[in-house]
């Protein structure tokens, strides 16, 4: 799917998006739990770059686990971003958003943390191979990758009961499976762990780790270690 077709279809998912993750992904919200956990256990003042930023929801748990903090809310969509400070509002002033296409844009630097969630799927191999370069340079020394992606796994038979799987999930749910997994064939790029952990340390990460995984899901962590 083009970028642009890509943005008008999260534009109109922004007011509902919350409501309809949890019916499209598995334990969508006991994923938000171990982001939350990933997460330092202090409280000094962190830059953060929530890249796909949405209507907040990942901020929101940085600034409940690291309240000193300022976070960048990088978003395609306006629609996201205004959705974004409605929900995090009373946190006005401790944080910037920003409407770009992140294959073009600059996403900015000097970053403690960077946190992707479900959103660099949307780029091709190519393009996310040369894109961790940038995460890597855009955080500063001893900075943390936090991922939460569409992740297949490396054996076809495997990846088919996956998608099975799925697709169970979201019938479960009161969904339309075949709709949407017609829509992700269309605009996603989904990865194995092996691509995704060789290309992180191509570009200069280190301890690479699988957090959580289940069926075609997975939260993943790298460290951009001090020198």
């Not at 739990?33 to 990942?58: E, F, H, S, T």
């Not at 009961?161 to 499976?177: C, I, N």
């Not at 060789?198 to 001090?226: D, H, P, V």
């Amino acid at each position: 799917m083009k970028q642009d077709q890509v943005k008008e279809h999260f534009a109109r998912q922004a007011d509902e998006y919350e409501k309809l993750m949890v019916k499209l992904i598995p334990q969508y919200l006991k994923q938000h739990q171990i982001i939350y956990r990933l997460l330092p256990n202090d409280d000094k003042n962190y830059r953060v770059l929530d890249l796909g930023c949405g209507n907040g929801i990942l901020s929101e748990l940085v600034f409940q686990k690291l309240p000193n903090s300022h976070i960048v809310g990088f978003d395609l969509t306006e629609s996201m971003l205004k959705s974004f400070k409605k929900k995090l509002s009373k946190y006005s002033g401790k944080f910037e958003l920003k409407q770009g296409d992140f294959r073009s844009d600059s996403i900015g630097d000097e970053y403690d943390i960077i946190i992707a969630g479900l959103t660099l799927h949307h780029l091709t191999w190519e393009e996310r191979e040369k894109f961790y370069k940038t995460l890597y340079s855009s955080l500063n020394e001893g900075g943390l990758f936090i991922a939460r992606d569409i992740i297949i796994d490396e054996n076809k038979d495997v990846v088919d009961d996956q998608y099975g799987y799925w697709k169970e999930f979201m019938k479960s749910q009161g969904e339309d499976p075949d709709f949407w997994y017609s829509k992700h064939i269309e605009k996603d790029y989904p990865m194995t762990l092996t691509d995704h952990f060789a290309w992180l340390r191509k570009a200069g990460f280190s301890k690479m780790a699988c957090q959580w995984r289940l069926y075609n899901f997975a939260i993943t962590t790298a460290e951009k270690r001090e020198i």
